[in-house]
């Protein structure tokens, strides 16, 4: 990181917020907004209690006569095993056994849901106790499996670099906040352009000494160049009239 960005890092305030969406089991509260509980009872993940993503059952010799069925979602249990060096999270023995439910995923696949984004921000209000009735920004209503493609395009409240990134403000925001950020911020990014522009200026300014540097070391090598290729023909010449004498 230059000077420039490092300076413009301590100008600006901080405060983004990113959502990934990924393998990572899916937040029951947001299910549970557009389904009734009886419909993610089964899908629940053993480990983080939310509705597992990708799901799988253990099934092992060591508790075959357990009568309950052992769903988590592939991401939770494989983190688990890691961080429980490879012990069943049932009853922390080796050599988990467990095979991927393909039928259960298609069925939480086609689960309805509102944003995930949307959710996020009502939920954040709501613990926040932010007065006035709750903004619905993006009304997006679908099915899980649309809900990546979603996030990532049409999303109302995807998050947008702010326009001034390749000066070095490294905020991004939703849509409505990035306008605010950049009414808000106008003289630090008047500020980070100047320097940006002052420090390119210091750089074409270097590059033209060194340019002019390299003529004038050029220009002597080129010099002694002609002095000896002088003092080769001189010798030559001097070579062939010894010759015709
Ligand atoms: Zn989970
Ligand atoms: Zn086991
Ligand atoms: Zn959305
Ligand atoms: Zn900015």
């Not at 937040?27 to 993503?53: M, P, T």
């Not at 903004?135 to 395009?153: A, P, R, S, T, Y």
């Not at 001189?234 to 009239?241: H, T």
Request: glycine share 4%.
């Amino acid at each position: 990181m230059s000077n420039v960005e490092r300076e413009v890092q301590e100008h600006v305030e901080s405060g983004s917020t990113k959502i990934h969406f990924d393998q990572q089991c899916f937040g029951k509260n947001w299910i549970l907004q557009s389904n009734k509980q009886e419909q993610v009872d089964h899908f629940i993940c053993l480990i983080c209690k939310q509705v597992a993503n990708n799901p799988v059952e253990i099934n092992c010799n060591q508790h075959k006569d357990m009568n309950e069925t052992f769903i988590v979602g592939e991401n939770c249990l494989k983190k688990f095993l890691n961080d429980n060096n490879n012990k069943c999270p049932i009853e922390f023995h080796d050599g988990c056994q467990y095979y991927k439910l393909y039928e259960m995923q298609k069925q939480i696949n086609q689960l309805n849901v509102i944003c995930q984004r949307q959710f996020e921000d009502e939920t954040k209000e709501i613990k926040e106790q932010v007065d006035g009735d709750i903004m619905v920004i993006c009304d997006f209503k679908g099915k899980i499996q649309d809900m990546n493609e979603h996030l990532n395009n049409q999303c109302k409240l995807k998050v947008l670099d702010c326009w001034f990134k390749q000066f070095g403000c490294d905020h991004s925001y939703s849509d409505r906040d990035l306008k605010q950020h950049l009414v808000d911020n106008m003289e630090q990014h008047f500020n980070i352009v100047i320097k940006k522009f002052e420090y390119m200026q210091k750089i074409i300014e270097q590059q033209r000494d060194e340019i002019k540097q390299l003529k004038s070391e050029k220009g002597i090598e080129v010099e002694k160049l002609e002095e000896e290729i002088k003092l080769n023909n001189n010798n030559e010449e001097k070579k062939e009239n010894d010759q015709l004498i």
